[in-house]
């Protein structure tokens, strides 16, 4: 379920492929595996941002857009020093 929630794959679909109704869905697994996947992007945004071309620029300039991607590039910057 984790895997599949960080895969983004929709609720309904997830509770489709488990055959389990939704109301039995473990909520934290769904939440770990969405902020996995989070992590993901958000370090893969900083790697892009990490260089020193025009994909850089492109990545810097959609972070600062999106309020959201800058307070996830922030916990991540903290947490991993």
Wanted: with cysteine; aromatic share 6%.
């Amino acid at each position: 379920m984790e895997t599949l929630a960080g895969a983004a794959v929709p609720i309904a679909q997830i509770c489709e492929m488990l055959d389990i109704p939704k109301s039995t869905l473990y909520r934290p697994e769904l939440r770990r595996g969405a902020a996995w996947i989070e992590s993901l992007l958000v370090g893969h945004l900083l790697r892009l941002a990490g260089g020193n071309d025009r994909v850089a620029l492109k990545a810097i300039a959609f972070a600062f857009r999106e309020p959201v991607w800058v307070e996830r590039i922030r916990a991540t910057a903290v947490a991993g020093t």
